[in-house]
């Protein structure tokens, strides 16, 4: 079965910090784009990282240079590390994975997603 499962979601106190993984079954993460996403309460899906099978990257502006996306290719994982999170970081993120494309922050173009997870920021 094609999947990826999310974990490490939760909730956390300004300044803090969080590792979100994603563990692919089913196929090589290696060989596809990878995407963090996240929906914030009342808001859109939105793309805020991702990174090509070429080690190209590319962060939102409102993420760059507190979040870092990569992969491990031993455990077929896929990773957002979280530092200085903030309040307005509060959503649900969502780890996506497609092929035949660079990086890319619309969801159209990936074919596998995980489930989702919560993400709290607040005193």
């Known amino acids: 079965q094609l999947q990826l499962v999310e974990s490490g979601g939760g909730l956390v106190q300004p300044g803090g910090s969080l590792r979100l993984s994603c563990a692919a079954s089913?196929?090589?993460?290696?060989?596809?784009?990878i995407g963090w996403f996240r929906q914030a309460p009342g808001k859109e899906r939105e793309g805020i990282a991702s990174?090509?099978?070429?080690?190209?990257?590319y962060y939102a502006d409102s993420v760059g240079g507190r979040f870092t996306i990569g992969r491990d290719g031993a455990k077929n994982t896929m990773y957002l590390q979280m530092d200085n999170l903030k309040p307005e970081d509060t959503g649900v993120y969502y780890c996506?994975?497609?092929?035949?494309?660079?990086?890319?922050?619309?969801?159209?173009?990936?074919?596998?997603w995980g489930q989702g997870t919560q993400v709290t920021v607040s005193v």
């Open positions: 996506a994975a497609g092929a035949g494309f660079g990086i890319a922050t619309m969801a159209t173009p990936y074919d596998y």
């Open positions: 089913g196929f090589t993460l290696d060989h596809y784009t």
């Open positions: 990174s090509s099978s070429d080690g190209d990257t």
